[in-house]
């Protein structure tokens, strides 16, 4: 089975930029999983997992607001985490 293709992808929302990491296997059957790092964490650490993972199913994994490569807003409240 060929490996899974691994991309760092951003998005713009009104408050900045978030950044993620996507794998999908060669054949994508629709499933998906999201992987959300811990508190003072970023994507990086599922890299691992995301290329095992993305033999058999499309993940993603976020920076979430003000971590690694994603933007720090000044303020973030919890209505930004649904932007």
Known sequence: MEP????LLRVETPRGQITYRQAAPP???GTAL???HGLGGSSVVWQ???AVLGERYRTYAVD???RHLSS???R???ADGVA
């Open 4 to 7: 899974p293709t691994t991309e």
């Open 27 to 29: 054949s994508d059957d």
């Open 34 to 36: 999201l992987l959300i």
């Open 48 to 50: 691992r997992n995301m």
């Open 64 to 66: 979430l607001w003000g």
């Open 72 to 74: 720090a807003p000044s």
């Open 76 to 78: 973030i409240t919890p």
